[in-house]
């Protein structure tokens, strides 16, 4: 390794540390991406399906058939993705399951019957198309939905017990006892949960209507393109407000429940009573740098009172306290997150306001523009708030009980995997968008509409 | 009750070896189907076959992790720590494979075609012989242990062969069923052949194994033809029986049956060979084991997996067997 990437590692910090963190940062940021495309864009191309054979409506069955095949691809994407997540977790974090893995894996466990049942059927749905009476057919998507919601309810449930912790009786470092239900149902589980599937939803939704709006952009404003639009920014326009207020909620959560990691979320090096809302800004030597400040905002969200008292980077002992780089990014990326919700909320309510009074799109080509880059906006949000949660754990892996530094792995070099895992999942990524481009070439030059059961032709 | 789930995991390995092996197999032939024009009814054949199962074939790999990760944590660190080499290598082969298929079938008549496919091709090859050599590794005791010398050893690298084989030879009875389903005689008659030929290597290998294994691994030697050696003579009869069905114009599915059950005896064979001890002789199943509520809540969920998933799974078989699920439109 590289005399500068010593530099990078703190004292006391094993080697493989830094390599192991990037890669399940990387890893992880590139399987969540996909997330939303196996719990939410199931729902869209069920709703466009269903549209489609109650109302004989070839537009929108003809776009349930293409998001199918999307979802094929991205689907098996997102498995393979999914996959090498879990070689890692024992490969990178050997101690992490060998010591907690009787608690730990077992929403793991659970979350394998949901992704079972979601391949299963989610192949019966994208096969079927051609074969399978309408009915029948459209009814095999409904088990994908529900184990897309259930699956991410499991591997959150994962996640919210390594925030906080629960369930377990632990004897000279070793998991004596267990409670199941205690661990799935841990203290974080209902609002990650909650926040994760909206998210998901928000982002499915901003995402396909992107596409669609740069068509309508480019003046393809038929029937098709509209009710593809139409139908994705709705669900995504009208879950925003939704998430805003769970996001709300969650933030009071955390304040109560994880004070580590709310202090960093407010940059609060001391505790105090009439904390700012710091916008932006950077914890240097432990000393707030730089950003606004809006007086007494912060107590009055998070207690109901501008003389609410937060408790700061203090309460923390110095063994546990996280380095000033990582608050200034869990900080960061909560800012972040806020302001994209912020961006998605006004073209929500730009797209309502137009919609009660018209029943149309906003005649500004401004909203396409927006609504175009509203799928990126949202990713950003979905990314920017995972690196709040996992980021604002440290320097814990599992809150109070293992160490970052004691979980990762202690054999050989995870530079070269790391360096594997970049290569592999970026020439995915390059591919995947480059699949995708194709088959949309494809059915614009498509001159026949491929509509595959419903009015035109008997079933 | 450490017992009851030590079977849970193993059917799991069991299950992952015929089904995920059959789908790694169909990719040994893709690769062997030769150039782009002499190749192209094999690929067609395979790519049908393939589409709407291969995901839910490889979600048993992920059940066995879970299982050995919630259920025996111990066990499951230290495998991970010693062979994360072939580990490693596996978990991207498996990324390459499952992309290399998606991607292939959606470029359809395009310059990019072949490279996908290619990918695809050859990681279904290497990524079983990674995970063959993880097997022989874990059943010749020598977890854990260095990250070289713990399976670069004639026990791993027979294994993995012998995975690769039989891999192929699964496939290859699948497919001469699928062609069969599908009325194409000649491509009946060309996978019935190379059927047979994997029976023959995946056999030769098998026995020839038997004896590497009891100069390298005294123990799993001793094992497999003293608790195992019903197992294993029933694996020997199952696969002759399975050839025999194949030198004859017969309807392939019994022989696909019987070949099915020649492996999967074999795999069992492995796990008898290995009780009581998960690890080498030094860590056994019940040593490794969770705590009780962990193995219940186990239990409980595999339960659930069973009365769950197993209709749902046999609707997709027997959706794909009847023809309901065909070529997905994207191409
Ligand atoms: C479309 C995506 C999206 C949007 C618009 C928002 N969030 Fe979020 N947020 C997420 C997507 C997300 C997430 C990626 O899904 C996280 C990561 C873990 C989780 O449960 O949800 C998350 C985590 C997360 C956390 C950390 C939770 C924890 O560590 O347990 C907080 C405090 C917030 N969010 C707060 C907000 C607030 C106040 C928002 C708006 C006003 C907001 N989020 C909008
Ligand atoms: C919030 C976090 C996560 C959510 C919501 C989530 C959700 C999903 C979904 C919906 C799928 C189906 C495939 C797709 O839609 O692309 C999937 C696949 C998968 N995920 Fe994740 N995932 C998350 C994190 C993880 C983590 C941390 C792991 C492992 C440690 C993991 C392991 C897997 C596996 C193994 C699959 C493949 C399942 C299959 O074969 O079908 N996921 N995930
Ligand atoms: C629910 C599913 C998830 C589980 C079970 C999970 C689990 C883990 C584990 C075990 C680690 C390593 C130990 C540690 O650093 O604490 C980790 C780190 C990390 N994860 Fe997650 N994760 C999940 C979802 C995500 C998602 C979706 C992202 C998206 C970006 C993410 C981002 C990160 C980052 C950035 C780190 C490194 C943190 C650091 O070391 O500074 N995680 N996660």
Redesign the interface.
């Known amino acids: 390794m590289s005399a500068q990437l010593h530099v990078l590692l703190s004292a006391g910090e094993p080697a493989q540390l830094l390599p192991a963190r990037l890669q399940m940062a990387f890893t992880l940021g590139f399987h969540i991406v996909l997330v939303p495309f196996g719990v939410a864009f199931s729902f869209l191309m069920m709703i466009a399906n269903h549209r489609g054979l109650r109302r004989g409506d070839a537009d929108a069955l003809r776009l349930a058939r293409r998001w199918a095949d999307v979802a094929a691809l991205l689907f098996a994407v997102g498995a393979v993705s999914g996959t090498v997540l879990s070689f890692e977790l024992g490969l990178l974090w050997p101690r992490l399951m060998g010591r907690f893995g009787g608690a730990y894996g077992i929403p793991f466990a659970v979350e394998g019957i949901f992704f079972f049942l979601e391949a299963i059927f989610i192949s019966i749905y994208i096969y079927g198309w051609t074969r399978m009476r309408p009915w029948p057919h459209f009814w095999t998507g409904l088990p994908v939905v529900v184990a897309g919601l259930a699956g991410t309810a499991s591997v959150v449930a994962a996640n919210g017990w390594m925030n906080l912790p629960g369930g377990i009786t632990v004897r000279d470092g070793r998991v004596v006892d267990v409670d199941p239900l205690a661990v799935f149902f841990n203290r974080a589980f209902w609002y990650e949960f909650v926040h994760m599937a909206l998210a998901a939803y928000v982002v499915a939704g901003f995402l396909v209507a992107g596409v669609y709006a740069h068509a309508l952009l480019r003046g393809r404003r038929d029937r098709y393109h509209r009710t593809g639009f139409l139908l994705a920014f709705t669900v995504a326009a009208v879950l925003t407000p939704v998430q805003m207020v769970v996001g709300d909620y969650v933030t009071r959560a955390v304040f109560h429940r994880e004070p580590a990691k709310f202090a960093a979320v407010e940059l609060l090096p001391r505790t105090r009573d009439h904390v700012p809302e710091t916008l932006g800004g950077v914890l240097v030597h432990g000393q707030v740098r730089y950003g606004a400040r809006i007086p007494d905002l912060a107590s009055l969200l998070a207690g109901f009172d501008p003389g609410a008292r937060i408790r700061g980077l203090d309460v923390i002992g110095p063994d546990a306290r996280p380095p000033d780089r990582l608050v200034s990014t869990v900080h960061l990326a909560f800012d972040v997150m806020v302001a994209c919700s912020v961006l998605l909320l006004g073209l929500s309510l730009w797209f309502g306001a137009s919609w009660a009074r018209r029943r149309d799109l906003p005649r500004s080509r401004w909203f396409l523009r927006a609504a175009g880059v509203s799928g990126l906006v949202a990713v950003v949000a979905l990314e920017t708030g995972w690196v709040v949660t996992e980021v604002g754990r440290q320097p814990w892996t599992v809150v109070g009980l293992l160490l970052t530094r004691d979980a990762v792995t202690t054999s050989g070099d995870v530079w070269w995997f790391l360096a594997g895992a970049l290569g592999i999942f970026t020439a995915v990524g390059i591919a995947t968008i480059g699949v995708l481009t194709l088959m949309r070439r494809r059915w614009r030059a498509m001159a026949e509409p491929d509509v595959p059961y419903g009015p035109g032709r008997p079933p | 009750m450490s017992d009851a789930i030590a079977v849970v995991l193993f059917v799991g390995v069991v299950l992952y070896t015929l089904f995920g092996g059959a789908d790694f197999g169909a990719g040994f032939w893709d690769l062997t189907a030769g150039g782009a024009a002499r190749g192209r009814e094999a690929r067609t054949l395979l790519d049908r076959a393939l589409?709407?199962?291969w995901?839910?074939n490889?979600?048993w790999?992920?059940?066995c992790?879970?299982?050995m990760?919630?259920?025996?944590?111990?066990a499951?660190?230290?495998?991970?720590?010693?062979l994360?080499?072939p580990?490693?290598l596996?978990?991207?082969g498996?990324?390459?494979?499952?992309?290399g298929?998606?991607?292939r079938k959606?470029?359809v008549g395009?310059a990019?075609q072949p490279a996908?496919g290619a990918v695809f091709a050859v990681s279904s090859v290497v990524t079983p012989f990674f995970l063959g050599a993880v097997a022989g590794a874990v059943a010749s005791g020598r977890v854990p242990g260095d990250?070289l010398g713990s399976w670069l050893t004639p026990t791993s690298v027979l294994a993995g062969t012998l995975a690769v084989a039989v891999c192929a030879y699964l496939a290859a009875t699948n497919l001469t069923v699928e062609a069969r389903l599908r009325r194409q005689p000649a491509l009946e008659r060309y996978f019935r052949r190379r059927a047979r030929l994997a029976a023959v290597v995946a056999g030769a290998l098998s026995l020839a194994g038997l004896a590497v294994v009891r100069a390298d691994a005294p123990r799993l030697g001793d094992r497999l033809l003293g608790a195992a050696l019903p197992l294993v003579l029933a694996s020997a009869g199952l696969g002759l029986a399975a050839l025999v069905l194949l030198r004859h114009a017969v309807p392939p599915r019994p022989a696909q049956v019987l070949a099915a059950a020649a492996v999967g005896a074999l795999a069992a064979g492995w796990g008898v060979a290995q009780y009581p001890y998960l690890l080498g002789t030094h860590l056994t199943v019940r040593a490794a084991a969770?705590?009780y509520?962990?193995l219940?809540?186990?239990a409980v969920?595999f339960g659930?997996?069973v009365l769950?998933?197993v209709p749902?799974?046999a609707?997709?078989y027997v959706?794909?067997q009847r023809?309901?699920?065909?070529?997905?439109?994207?191409a």
Do not use: D, N
């Open positions: 589409g709407p199962v995901e839910a490889h979600v790999l992920i059940y992790l879970v299982v990760w919630t259920a025996f944590p111990p499951f660190a230290a495998i991970m720590s010693t994360y080499l580990l490693g596996a978990a991207f498996i990324v390459l494979r499952g992309s298929f998606a991607f959606m470029l395009t990019e996908a990250a969770s705590p509520p962990t219940v809540a186990v969920v659930a997996a769950l998933c749902s799974l609707l997709l959706l794909e023809g309901e699920l065909e070529e997905s439109p994207g």
